[in-house]
């Protein structure tokens, strides 16, 4: 199998399958994720987490036979698309931000670890 096919396979698996949910004036309303089974137990810890620097879980549906995560919509950049150094200063605040997520979810009880 290809590398980047095999990165395909694990992104997918890890994130899922995105697609978009519209409101009527045409604006994004929110994602919907198609995700592993598998994963479906993590997902209803995470919609007990409010937490700014992770996307709010609205709810978990299936359809199909597929598990579906509504989440929050964050319009911004994806870090793994950046081409470019961001500089010092934002990736302290970045790892800053990640560091609140993770205790957020470590604070679960039961805890998410990875």
């Known amino acids: 199998m290809a590398e980047k096919e095999a990165f395909e396979q694990m992104y997918d698996k ?6 978009y949910a519209y409101a009527e004036n045409g604006t994004v309303s929110h994602v919907i994720k198609q995700i592993d089974p598998e994963l479906k ?4 810890q995470l919609m007990q987490v409010r937490c700014s620097n992770l996307a709010v879980i609205y709810g978990i549906t299936e359809e ?5 995560v509504h989440q929050e919509y964050i319009d911004g ?13 934002e990736l302290i605040r970045m790892a800053k931000d990640v560091a609140q997520a993770l205790k957020a979810v470590h604070a679960l009880q039961p805890p998410i670890i990875h």
Request: with cysteine; hydrophobic share 30%; proline share 4%.
């Open 41 to 44: 137990e993590i997902y209803r």
């Open 14 to 19: 890890l994130y899922g399958k995105v697609r």
């Open 64 to 68: 199909n036979g597929e598990v579906l």
């Open 77 to 89: 950049e994806c870090v793994s698309e950046w081409t470019g150094d961001p500089g010092d200063a």
